[in-house]
């Protein structure tokens, strides 16, 4: 049960703003999700039926984010992108974190995952240090130990987690590791504090210049799959 408890808590968590109180999450499948070599979305039908009874609804989007962000929704998760942001999207990104949404990277493992650039390039773009350096971690599935993870809002409760070919992420020293490998030593997930001041829309996306502001609302950064699971599994 502890793969189901973590895709509860992406969507139960408490923060200031008002997407906190919110009951939508977004599901976005632009920007050339690699996702389309596969099977669409029904891969996550498992983290979906999980968020239907947390009591929230899910959709599906694929148009570039270049408008507000629907203040329906409470968690965007981005779902394997494999190019770049527009300044513009950051900004809507960056004011949807500033009032309590919670932004979710979903990756894969290198080099399976073809976007990593356009991760690294929104990372940086968004105020952090965090970079996916690729790789794939406990290949073939084990079960994390409660020691590979680390006290976060999206690790209350469980005792262990599912975990398949995984890449690795280094944290900067403004962001923290929430997930480890088996081993412990190597960083599957991470969180981000969003810079929340906006990007000169003729700057250049993933800079990596850093900003002066930010916000305390994260960014849960896994490079596999659904915070553990690319394929939402029962573990």
Do not use: C
Not at 51 to 71: E, H, K, N, R, V
Not at 146 to 171: C, D, K, Y
Not at 198 to 203: E, G, Y
């Amino acid at each position: 049960m502890n793969n189901r408890q973590l895709y509860r808590n992406i969507v139960n968590y408490t923060g200031a703003g008002a997407r906190a109180t919110a009951t939508r999450v977004a599901m976005y499948f632009g920007h050339h999700t690699l996702l389309t070599s596969f099977l669409g979305d029904a891969h996550f039908d498992l983290l979906k039926s999980e968020f239907s009874q947390a009591g929230f609804t899910t959709d599906s989007l694929t148009a570039d984010l270049t408008s507000p962000i629907d203040p329906a929704y409470k968690v965007i998760m981005l779902v394997l992108p494999t190019t770049a942001f527009s300044n513009l999207e950051i900004n809507n990104l960056k004011q949807f974190a500033s009032q309590g949404g919670r932004i979710v990277f979903i990756g894969e493992w290198v080099p399976l995952y073809t976007g990593r650039d356009a991760e690294n390039a929104f990372l940086a773009s968004m105020g952090a240090q965090l970079t996916n350096k690729g790789g794939a971690f406990d290949g073939g599935g084990v079960k994390l130990p409660a020691s590979s993870l680390r006290q976060h809002q999206l690790t209350t409760g469980l005792t262990g987690l599912w975990i398949a070919n995984a890449s690795e992420v280094t944290p900067g020293p403004n962001d923290y590791a929430i997930i480890y490998d088996s081993s412990n030593q190597h960083v599957l997930v991470a969180g981000a504090k969003v810079d929340v001041t906006p990007l000169s829309i003729n700057a250049v996306v993933g800079s990596g210049a850093r900003m002066n502001k930010a916000a305390v609302q994260t960014i849960a950064v896994p490079v596999q799959g659904t915070l553990g699971g690319d394929r939402p599994k029962t573990p």
